[in-house]
């Protein structure tokens, strides 16, 4: 599995992104697995933002993006999307998405980067007041 996220760049406090995240995979299909987003700022730990299961039926999310963020899924093109609304300044960070094999996630596991196999490369997000 190879995950590539897109999207990210500088916008004003309040303005709104949409990250992408396109899976190549081989030997399952796409809708094997859960997807998740992550984020990391600098000198900090990574953090749960946002996940959705196998079929998009189910998703979680952080409380610091709950309301203003949505996480969505087309198994038919293999892509997640996560689109980030009223952004602050603390949300600026390094993006990634991540894949879990096991396809079914609930909230514990959801928001726990050890139970992600594959992990995107990130994309930069930057939130200016």
């Known amino acids: 599995v190879q995950l590539q996220a897109s999207g990210g760049g500088a916008v004003q406090a309040g303005g709104s992104l949409s990250l992408s995240c396109a899976a190549s995979?081989?030997?399952?299909?796409?809708?094997?697995?859960?997807m998740g987003w992550f984020r990391q700022a600098p000198g900090k730990e990574r953090e749960f933002v946002a996940a959705?299961?196998?079929?998009?039926?189910?998703?979680y999310y952080a409380d610091s993006v709950q309301g203003r963020f949505t996480v969505s899924r087309d198994n038919a093109k293999n892509t997640v999307t996560l689109q980030m609304n009223s952004l602050k300044p603390v949300d600026t960070a390094v993006y990634y998405c991540?894949?879990?094999?096991?396809?079914?996630?609930?909230?514990?596991?959801?928001?726990?980067?050890?139970?992600?196999?594959?992990w995107g490369q990130g994309t930069q997000v930057t939130v200016s007041s």
């Open positions: 991540a894949a879990d094999t096991y396809g079914v996630l609930d909230q514990g596991s959801a928001s726990d980067p050890r139970e992600y196999d594959y």
């Open positions: 995979i081989s030997g399952r299909t796409f809708n094997n697995y859960a």
């Open positions: 959705i299961n196998w079929s998009g039926g189910i998703t």
